[in-house]
T-cell receptor, first 114, second 113 residues
């Protein structure tokens, strides 16, 4: 999993609660990404960040928030506004945003909300 | 939304056979085309990637074929093995546009003995 850690591996929450997923990388990569994976849907981009203190919305940002206070950390908060939060969440990083550089993924966090 | 369309959704191949997965894209500015392999419960791992200045790239049993005029690229897995059973994703991006990767929806490959 190439120096990207996500914790925890499994996370359970009650509906209506906010939850924060951790993502840390020690690859000195500039860009970091959050994806959501649902069966048959591929990987959908939630948010991405090219540099510290800056981030951009992806295709499905509604109900999510992020911060990028440190180069190595990019936590994702799933808020109570996210209608269907149960999914497999993947964090990734690359040496620069734009895809011309290899993108490495973490092991993922499976979130279950009941 | 720039799309990458991937087919088939699922594929069953006999051990020793050739697995072929196809992708088509719309954005002519795309200039980087990676393939990722994902095992259940794990994050995707980069398998092989190609740029449009070449029509083919081979790494071991894995080959990418690229057709710029048709805006299509494909992954060929030669001598497929049960250990290749996984989900494969194609992706694309434009460096000039500085955009993140756009992924296909994935192909679940099962290699049977």
């Amino acid at each position: 999993d190439g120096g990207i850690t996500q914790s925890p591996k499994y996370l359970f929450r009650k509906e209506g609660q906010n939850v924060t997923l951790s993502c840390e990388q020690n690859l000195n990569h500039d860009a970091m990404y959050w994806y959501r994976q649902d069966p048959g849907q591929g990987l959908r981009l939630i948010y991405y960040s090219q540099i510290v203190n800056d981030f951009q919305k992806g295709d499905i940002a509604e109900g999510y928030s992020v911060s990028r206070e440190k180069k190595e950390s990019f936590p994702l908060t799933v808020t109570s506004a996210q209608k269907n939060p149960t999914a497999f969440y993947l964090c990734a990083s690359s040496t620069a945003s734009g895809g011309a550089y290899e993108q490495y993924f973490g092991p993922g966090t499976r979130l279950t909300v009941t | 939304q720039q799309q990458v369309k991937q087919s088939p959704q699922s594929l069953i191949v006999q051990k020793g056979g050739i697995s072929i997965i196809n992708c088509a894209y719309e954005n002519t500015a795309f200039d980087y085309f990676p393939w990722y392999q994902q095992f259940p419960g794990k994050g995707p791992a980069l398998l092989i990637a190609i740029r449009p200045d070449v029509s083919e790239k081979k790494e071991g049993r894995f080959t990418i074929s690229f057709n710029k005029s048709a805006k299509q690229f494909s992954l060929h897995i030669m001598d497929s093995q049960p250990g290749d059973s996984a989900t494969y994703f194609c992706a694309a991006s434009s460096n000039s546009g500085n955009t993140p990767l756009v992924f296909g929806k994935g192909t679940r490959l099962s290699v049977i003995a």
